[in-house]
């Protein structure tokens, strides 16, 4: 696609419920990263995929938390039983090669943890 | 731990005046220093700095890199009410696995009023 794309745009859940969080990455790039960003926060690394790899998974808080890619593009993270501190704007963001740092990400997905 | 930290953290300024945004690091194996806006959700790209003392410019943005000091400054000028968004700075660790993964800072939002 001509961008990052990302869905849903905002997710509203409640407590103990698990979330998938799409993300499709520009084609043809073979770098994808989810970041996410706290209100009022910088953006916190949370893993990062080369091909349908993930050789640095070191930025995920729990064991709730997992991701997969598959056909080295659409990357889904999943969040199990959601808790309140989960809420947050995440971000997926790829690049054209391993090692290029400049990162075109998407819009994001606004998660809200009630 | 690699460390961003950006200031001032809030700024609020009136349209045509000039404001300096402050970036220092600590990042291990340090590659690259990048600066991205941040108007909605999705942060995109401004500069990125690999050399000291070596100035970018784009428009009325520009920016520089001092590897000795650990630092990089974003210097915008006749500021624009358009301008107003979060200034996102962030460095690369080509690390063991020589890939891009970016250390944000906490960004510095800026405010500029008509």
């Known amino acids: 696609g001509a961008g990052v794309s990302q869905s849903p745009s905002n997710k509203v859940t409640e407590k103990g419920k698990d979330v998938e969080l799409r993300c499709d990455p520009i084609s043809g790039h073979t770098a994808l990263y989810w970041y996410r960003q706290s209100l009022g926060q910088g953006l916190e690394f949370l893993i990062y995929f080369q091909g349908n790899s993930a050789p640095d998974k070191s930025g995920l808080p729990s064991d709730r938390f997992s991701a997969e890619r598959t056909g080295g593009s659409v990357s889904t993270l999943t969040i199990q039983r959601t808790q309140q501190e989960d809420s947050a704007v995440y971000l997926c963001a790829s690049s054209n090669r391993q090692g290029a740092e400049k990162l075109f990400f998407g819009s994001g997905t606004q998660l809200s943890v009630l | 731990e690699d460390k961003v930290v950006q200031s001032p953290l809030s700024l609020v300024v009136h349209e045509g005046d000039t404001v300096t945004l402050n970036c220092s690091y600590e990042?291990?194996?340090?590659?690259?220093l990048l600066w991205y806006k941040q108007e909605k959700k999705a942060p995109t790209f401004l500069f990125m700095l690999t050399s000291s003392g070596i100035e970018k410019k784009s428009g009325r943005l520009s920016s520089i890199l001092d590897k000795k000091e650990l630092f990089s400054i974003l210097n915008i000028t006749a500021t624009q009410t358009g301008d107003s968004a979060i200034y996102l700075c962030a460095a690369s660790n080509a690390g063991g696995t020589s890939y891009g993964k970016l250390t944000f800072g906490q960004g510095t939002i800026l405010t500029v009023h008509p």
């Open positions: 990042v291990t194996n340090f590659r690259s």
